[in-house]
Nanobody, 116 residues
Framework: QVQLVESGGGLVQPGGSLRLSCAAS????????IGWFRQAPGKEREGVSC????????WYKRSVKGRFTISRDNAKNTVYLQMNSLKPEDTAVYYC?????????WGQGTQVTVSS
C-alpha cells in the first residue's frame, strides 16, 4: 500500500522545537521531490519547504527560513522537518507531499500547536 505517514507533531511553547517525520511505504522517496505544507484554521494550505530528489537542493518559505530545516534519510525512506524557534503563527496541520510526475501523494497531516 502506497502511503505517507507524518508524525512528530504536538503542543510546544513559543521558542521550542519539534521534528516532524514523513515515512513512506510502497515507494522509494529518493525518487521524489518532497515538500512540507501547512494549513492553519481558516487559511489556505501553503508550502513551507521542499527538497529536490536530484541534488538535495532545498527551498523554504521566507517566514521559516533560518528556523526550519528539511532533510531526507533515503535509507529510512523518511523525510524530516526540524522546526526551531517556533512561533504561535506556525500553528497548523503540517502535511507531507511527494511528487514525481505523473504521481503525487499526500500524508494525512500532523497537528502542530505553538502556545504558552
Amino acid at each position: 500500500q502506497v502511503q505517507l505517514v507524518e508524525s512528530g507533531g504536538g503542543l510546544v511553547q513559543p521558542g521550542g522545537s519539534l521534528r516532524l517525520s514523513c515515512a513512506a511505504s510502497g515507494f522509494a522517496l529518493d525518487n521524489y521531490v518532497i515538500g512540507w505544507f501547512r494549513q492553519a484554521p481558516g487559511k489556505e494550505r501553503e508550502g513551507v519547504s521542499c527538497i529536490s530528489e536530484i541534488d538535495g537542493t532545498t527551498w523554504y518559505k521566507r517566514s521559516v527560513k533560518g528556523r526550519f530545516t528539511i532533510s531526507r534519510d533515503n535509507a529510512k525512506n523518511t523525510v524530516y522537518l526540524q522546526m526551531n524557534s517556533l512561533k504561535p503563527e506556525d500553528t497548523a496541520v503540517y502535511y507531507c507531499y511527494a511528487f514525481r510526475s505523473p504521481r503525487d501523494y499526500w500524508g494525512q497531516g500532523t497537528q502542530v500547536t505553538v502556545s504558552s
